[in-house]
């Protein structure tokens, strides 16, 4: 299993609950989790695995949103121990520990009503030290109630 294979497939939802911060009305600090999957398509069979421990924290304000997401690898599950062992080897888990995704998207504005809105957010997902650009349109936003 390749880690460049890994890489373009990792896909990345979040939400995220918006906070307020004294300093700047105009800013919201973002703090959640979230989860990440990759997918690997091989001739014989097609399978995913997903993290669902990833820590999200991001910013709003008058330049847009930013976002920084990463979950350590120890943590995704393929429903196949051995296929997650072998994963492991594969993207050097003990040297790069990390599944990271930074995401920016200038101009953004939290929704003035409270509900989820869906947004494709451009981003960088790193694995085994490789970053690769990626367009993330799985990816939400709720305001809290």
Known sequence: MSARRLVPALLFAIVALAGSTPARAQTKQLAGSGSVEYQLVHKFH????ISKAMAVR???DASGLKVMARAQV???DSDNTNRDEHMMETVEGAKYPWAAVRAALPGF???TSPG???ITVPAAVELHGVSVN???GRASCRERV
């Open 134 to 136: 990626h367009q993330i």
């Open 109 to 111: 504005k939290l929704p």
């Open 58 to 60: 991001g910013t709003v």
């Open 74 to 76: 120890s943590t995704f």
């Open 116 to 118: 989820t809105t869906k």
């Open 46 to 49: 097609k399978f995913v695995g």
